[in-house]
């Protein structure tokens, strides 16, 4: 059950409603679980997410491991205006933003219907057990397999790794088949990123702030100033100590970094009749060590071509393989570098 995707700041995000989007996942929840494989990671992006992962130079990454996980992850959903705004302007649009905290209670609604266990990761001790006292009241079906609000460590140290063996292992142990993870980003993507096999069988998605918004200790913004792309506004209001700092900051970077990905698009303005089609080209070789591809007589990179290219960078990247370039001109490169999907990672593997 492949979704549409759009080529967008160095990702694929999937093209799809909020309706749409919840019966996806839990097909996906049903194969991870009959087959057993690594968690499937459903990631909602938003502006916050994008410039705690991107720098505003054009072939580096701000947090790469993050940015892998992006790429990686199962399903990338647009939970924020702006992206959906900036979609549109390349002339790729989503179909329309899939906020997490919407996505949450339909989630709920559809475990509970369906007969599939929860488990809450992350948030205020008062909060994440409020929320689960309010959704066990709407919704009586519901099995919440377990809860831990730990203090969770994110560096490389024996008593993190323990840590995180010991939480994977008590999720593991408690049959849970969703896994809804309020540790704020980055740490809830790089939490399920790092121990992927450890959760196997398992989708997990992070929620950010959901337990609060569910509890009553934040308020959401009205549906109207959602859909206006305004709900920053309402946060600010509520919270301007912590927030406004924030949000000015990430509106900069966020603005840069649109602005060459629109220059990336004027690109495929200057295609012409001759130009060979990315699509159509295969690669020239495959080893175990390496993918050469050859780049001669492609000037432009449209949004099937991005995703094809991202494509072939995350397969190597799982194969530990480099990638070799043949006739890649400066054109092509540059047009790549402002799309983001010319990072440093990828770069040094060439």
């Not at 849970?176 to 993507?189: A, I, S, Y």
């Given at each position: 059950?492949?979704?549409?995707?759009?080529?967008?700041?160095?990702?694929g995000i999937d093209s799809v409603t909020?309706?749409?989007?919840?019966?996806?996942?839990?097909?996906?929840?049903?194969?991870?679980?009959?087959?057993?494989?690594?968690?499937?990671?459903?990631?909602?992006?938003?502006?916050?997410?994008?410039?705690?992962?991107?720098?505003?130079?054009?072939?580096?990454?701000?947090?790469?491991?993050?940015?892998?996980?992006?790429?990686?992850?199962?399903?990338?959903?647009?939970?924020?205006?702006?992206?959906?705004?900036?979609?549109?302007?390349?002339?790729?649009?989503?179909?329309?933003r899939v906020a997490g905290s919407n996505?949450?209670?339909?989630?709920?609604?559809?475990?509970?219907?369906?007969?599939?266990?929860?488990?809450?990761?992350?948030?205020?001790?008062?909060?994440?057990?409020?929320?689960?006292?309010?959704?066990?009241?709407?919704?009586?079906?519901?099995?919440?397999?377990?809860?831990?609000?730990?203090?969770?460590?994110?560096?490389?140290?024996?008593?993190?790794?323990?840590?995180?063996?010991?939480?994977?292992?008590?999720?593991?142990?408690?049959?849970?088949?969703?896994?809804?993870?309020?540790?704020?980003?980055?740490?809830?993507?790089?939490?399920?990123?790092?121990?992927?096999?450890?959760?196997?069988?398992?989708?997990?998605?992070?929620?950010?702030?959901?337990?609060?918004?569910?509890?009553?200790?934040?308020?959401?913004?009205?549906?109207?100033?959602?859909?206006?792309?305004?709900?920053?506004?309402?946060?600010?209001?509520?919270?301007?100590?912590?927030?406004?700092?924030?949000?000015?900051?990430?509106?900069?970077?966020?603005?840069?970094?649109?602005?060459?990905?629109?220059?990336?698009?004027?690109?495929?303005?200057?295609?012409?009749?001759?130009?060979?089609?990315?699509?159509?080209?295969?690669?020239?070789?495959?080893?175990?060590?390496?993918?050469?591809?050859?780049?001669?007589?492609?000037?432009?990179?449209?949004?099937?071509?991005?995703?094809?290219?991202?494509?072939?960078?995350?397969?190597?990247?799982?194969?530990?393989?480099?990638?070799?370039?043949?006739?890649?001109?400066?054109?092509?490169?540059?047009?790549?570098?402002?799309a983001r999907f010319w990072a440093d990672?990828?770069?040094?593997?060439?």
């Amino acid at each position: 059950m492949k979704n549409k995707r759009t080529a967008l700041l160095g990702l694929g995000i999937d093209s799809v409603t909020e309706e749409e989007a919840v019966p996806r996942i839990f097909h996906e929840l049903d194969i991870a679980k009959t087959q057993q494989t690594d968690c499937r990671i459903v990631v909602t992006v938003n502006v916050d997410f994008i410039v705690n992962t991107l720098s505003v130079f054009a072939s580096k990454a701000k947090n790469p491991e993050l940015l892998r996980v992006m790429q990686e992850s199962f399903f990338v959903f647009a939970d924020g205006m702006p992206i959906v705004l900036l979609s549109k302007l390349v002339g790729h649009a989503l179909k329309e933003r899939v906020a997490g905290s919407n996505l949450f209670e339909k989630m709920i609604a559809q475990a509970a219907k369906s007969g599939k266990r929860v488990f809450f990761l992350g948030g205020n001790p008062e909060n994440t057990i409020a929320t689960s006292q309010i959704l066990l009241k709407k919704y009586p079906d519901l099995q919440i397999a377990g809860m831990d609000t730990s203090m969770i460590k994110m560096d490389d140290s024996q008593e993190c790794l323990a840590q995180h063996k010991k939480i994977c292992q008590k999720i593991q142990d408690d049959h849970t088949d969703l896994l809804l993870v309020g540790l704020g980003n980055p740490k809830q993507e790089l939490f399920a990123y790092r121990n992927q096999k450890a959760l196997a069988g398992i989708v997990s998605i992070g929620i950010g702030g959901t337990f609060n918004f569910i509890a009553g200790g934040v308020k959401r913004a009205p549906r109207w100033m959602q859909k206006g792309c305004m709900e920053w506004i309402y946060r600010i209001i509520q919270e301007p100590r912590r927030l406004i700092g924030r949000y000015s900051k990430g509106l900069v970077i966020y603005s840069l970094l649109s602005l060459q990905t629109m220059l990336s698009c004027l690109f495929a303005l200057l295609k012409n009749s001759k130009t060979k089609e990315f699509s159509s080209m295969p690669l020239l070789k495959e080893e175990a060590s390496a993918v050469s591809l050859d780049l001669t007589g492609i000037r432009y990179f449209d949004n099937a071509a991005k995703l094809k290219w991202l494509a072939i960078i995350n397969n190597a990247a799982t194969k530990q393989q480099k990638i070799q370039l043949k006739n890649c001109s400066p054109f092509l490169r540059m047009q790549l570098k402002l799309a983001r999907f010319w990072a440093d990672d990828i770069k040094k593997r060439i």
